[in-house]
């Protein structure tokens, strides 16, 4: 594409495809019946009728006898073209920047000239469209605090695929543009949002299943909220380092921020030591009681069915959990333990992935 809106046609009879704005200029410049353009064509066009141009100009002011000039200018190349042509073979009015750099216009002329124009720059605005969401997903992405480890896990590559091949299909994100059409979302996507529970013996990929859901929750809606992962040990830490310090995050703080994250990994559910006192199911219930009443989705890993959830943390938090998920979003996950086959090595960072 040229630094400028490229011009295709012809000025009286002198070919003028791939020739951008500056280059036609200058060819009716030559022009023996035409002096030199007065303003540039981009201009040109959005001057009013020479009727109206002519009455502003009685006056006697110079500046409107310049824009009187350029508008009979404009008549007399606007005779050369295609009938209901208004763009003098630029295209089109009204640029605008994408967030790519390329300009682009808001309004296409019918001519041939102006359809071709439409049709090459919607391929720009689709391939904007695409790179701004692209880095919209991968920004929410890094923002996620999730361990590089984790972070391009896919459930295309999990092993899971080979065992059960009928969850990895109903943790894959439903089709895109189905906010207007509420059957459809109402039969694919209600059941696959929301809340889920994994758990199974250590070792066989609960948490990297949980990120790749993570993943197409992500990619589903577009990038354009926030998610936070965290191991339940390392939140506990972490409101512990709270106690005794004058400056910096509150307990309440970081209890909100648990709390109010619009989507929140929490690995390891269960794996915490109790001292008895209490604390460590207080603050948990805190977090997960506070998800569980504004109905905040939440993935949670474990080791531990709900019945032994139940007995280690208290009937309390494990119910929360079930009315979270659902019985239905509540997965034993089995296979092989993974960690006999030596560290995990996804292929990619690039969380948009194919899409």
């Not at 920047?97 to 001519?111: I, K, M, Q, R």
């Not at 990929?205 to 859901?213: E, M, R």
């Not at 569980?292 to 939440?298: R, S």
Request: charged residues 25%; proline residues 5%.
């Amino acid at each position: 594409m040229c630094s400028r809106f490229c011009v295709a046609g012809s000025v009286r009879g002198e070919e003028t495809t791939g020739m951008d704005t500056k280059q036609l200029e200058a060819l009716m410049v030559s022009e023996p019946a035409l002096e030199p353009l007065v303003l540039p064509l981009t201009q040109m066009i959005l001057l009013p009728s020479t009727e109206k141009l002519l009455e502003i100009a009685k006056g006697g002011d110079g500046y409107h006898g310049r824009r009187l000039q350029a508008g009979r200018q404009r008549d007399a190349l606007q005779r050369e073209r295609p009938e209901g042509c208004w763009c003098l073979g630029v295209g089109g009015k009204e640029t605008r920047s994408l967030a790519t750099g390329v300009e682009v216009f808001d309004t296409y002329c019918p001519c041939p000239d102006g359809q071709k124009l439409q049709g090459e720059h919607k391929g720009l605005r689709s391939k904007a469209k695409y790179e701004k969401e692209a880095a919209d997903i991968w920004a929410c992405w890094q923002k996620a605090e999730i361990p590089a480890l984790y972070q391009g896990f896919r459930l295309s590559e999990h092993p899971i695929g080979k065992t059960d091949k009928a969850l990895v299909a109903r943790l894959q994100s439903p089709p895109s543009g189905l906010a207007d059409n509420d059957a459809e979302w109402e039969r694919l996507v209600t059941p696959w949002m929301g809340s889920w529970y994994f758990w199974g013996p250590v070792g066989i990929g609960k948490t990297g299943l949980a990120v790749s859901y993570a993943r197409e929750y992500v990619i589903f809606y577009g990038g354009d909220f926030s998610i936070l992962y965290r191991s339940v040990p390392d939140l506990l830490t972490e409101l512990r380092s709270t106690y005794g310090r004058h400056e910096g995050e509150s307990e309440a703080d970081v209890l909100a921020k648990y709390r109010k994250v619009e989507l929140l990994i929490l690995d390891e559910l269960g794996v915490e030591s109790d001292s008895g006192s209490g604390w460590l199911q207080d603050r948990l219930y805190q977090v997960i009681g506070g998800r569980h009443a504004d109905n905040m989705p939440t993935i949670f890993t474990s080791n531990l069915s709900i019945a032994q959830l139940s007995k280690k943390l208290g009937e309390r938090i494990a119910w929360r959990v079930v009315e979270m998920c659902g019985q239905e979003h509540i997965i034993e996950v089995k296979g092989p333990n993974l960690r006999d086959k030596g560290p995990a090595k996804p292929k990619a960072k690039d969380v948009r992935g194919s899409l």
